[in-house]
Structure formats: C-alpha cells, structure tokens
C-alpha cells in the first residue's frame, strides 16, 4: 500500500458489496447454466435471482420454493 492508502477493492469499503453481489449472481448464472446444459433442473428457494435467470433464458428449468418458516 503506497502512502497508506487502501485499494479500492479492500474489504470494508464501499466496492465489496457491489462485487459480492456481482459473484452471487455469477455463481447462481452458473448454477443454472450448467443444469440447463446437463437436462436438469434447479430446486432452489433463491426464487427472486433464478426466476430473473429463467425470464431472461425463456425456459423453465427451475423449481423454485418459498421457506414457510422464515
């Protein structure tokens, strides 16, 4: 660290929610992709991110759930 200044990417400052939601995503993309790709589908009770996955791939190949006792 140069003249004791953070990088921009350190945790604790304002970029790591943004790049933890960003690798969220990514790692639910890949989730679905590669059960689509296999013939499988996804039980997930991530509805909200994998009904946007399912909307913007145009199939049906997830099952979402809601947690009754949360």
């Not at 945790?11 to 933890?20: E, I, Q, R, V």
């Not at 939601?21 to 993309?29: I, Q």
């Not at 499988?40 to 049906?60: H, I, K, R, S, Y």
Request: charged share 20%.
């Amino acid at each position: 660290m140069a003249g004791g200044r953070r990088p921009r990417w350190a945790p604790g400052t304002a970029a790591t929610p943004l790049k933890n939601e960003r690798r969220k995503a990514l790692h639910d993309a890949l989730i679905y992709l590669t059960a689509a790709g296999n013939g499988c589908a996804v039980l997930t009770g991530n509805a909200p991110d994998f009904d946007l996955l399912m909307q913007l791939d145009g199939a049906e190949q997830a099952a979402l759930y809601r947690n009754q006792h949360g």
